[in-house]
């Protein structure tokens, strides 16, 4: 099996909270049409975190027993957390057997910590609300949101899979509970339609493995939950699109998944992970040049004042790199490679990864010294190991490949 199928729907986890909601006043969680709630998300949409933080946690120090208000600050501290640990470029799960690298993420006791006892918090509310009245759909919801977040925290920062998938199902299981109740809830159906296309891309040793025995899934009835819930889900609308883009793009039909994050992009052009995944999708759907344009655009945009917020380098130009190594462009891959180590904010992983291919490209051009130099970074003592085997396996052997 490849690590395409094995990872696609933890993927979709990170890209669709990545993406944030758009909360309008029909069928949805009321506190949803809460002005200091839109306002968060907006900063959250331009990945301005700390603005979002500020004002959720607002809400929730007005609103301290609503399961959402403790989402919400749930949410924005997970995804500021991935976000400095350069967790939300997804070539890396789309490339890597991520789950059994040696990549440890080391996040402050204190964040992690305060994720748990949201996400506690949060379902202990909704099962009090469920027991209490087992029609409330609001409460269904606000716990299959918790949940599905929590997931891809468990899967991104902490490597566990088997958990992750439990609680994907337990979200799964929610969202359909909200249905029966409402079939008109529409925004229930993205946690329905994201495990269906899942658990149908799993293959059966490995729903095995993760507990998932007799677990159903189709990808065509996922997709058109997706595009229902695309086209009139309240608070999945941006979600949806974000999750179908990934899906149409595994399953190779790059240019409808493309027309998904060109649109994307183009709603959100301050969001640095919206243009960041357009340049990335058009790469992997073999348009290099374009691809390299598109990188290009979006550093020429870093360079204005204000245009993003928090604006990670590493991540464009890592994308850049790869993407000429493919157009056999090697010279600009090493120098790409090379801006992308040395971003003052770039974690230790993703240095480590941009000296390894510094040192192969290097190996390419014939200049071994230099190649050996950055490999023995790449493999230096303490702190991320995940590419200290390669690395050592180079300086021993020149790379040779591309």
Known sequence: MGVR????????????????????ADSTYPLNNDSTVREGYQRFFILDYEGALSRFEGVLKTHEQDPMAMAYVQMTLIFRELYRQDLLD???????????????????????????DLTNGAVSVCDQRIKANGQDKDAYFARSYVRGMHAAWMTLAMHSFSSAAHQGLQSRNDADQVL????QYTDAKMAVGLQQFAVASLPRFLRILVGMVGVGGSKEKGLAMLRESAAGGTVTKVPSMTALSLFLRHDGRYPEALAVAHELAAMYPHNFLFRLEEANLTKDAGRGQDAIRIYRTVLADAEKHGYFVDVRLQLPYFGLAETERGQGDIESALRDYMEAEKQPNCSEWMRRRAQLNSGMMDDLLHHRDAAIEQYRLAAAPGGDQSQADAARKYMKTPYSGR
């Open 5 to 24: 199928s094995k990872a696609v729907w933890l993927c979709a986890l990170l890209l669709i909270l990545v993406s944030g909601t758009e909360a309008r």
């Open 90 to 116: 997804t070539t890396y799960y789309a490339r890597e057997n991520f789950l059994s690298s040696n990549r440890k993420v080391e996040v402050p006791h204190d964040v992690a910590q305060r994720i748990e």
């Open 180 to 183: 029966k109740l409402d079939p």
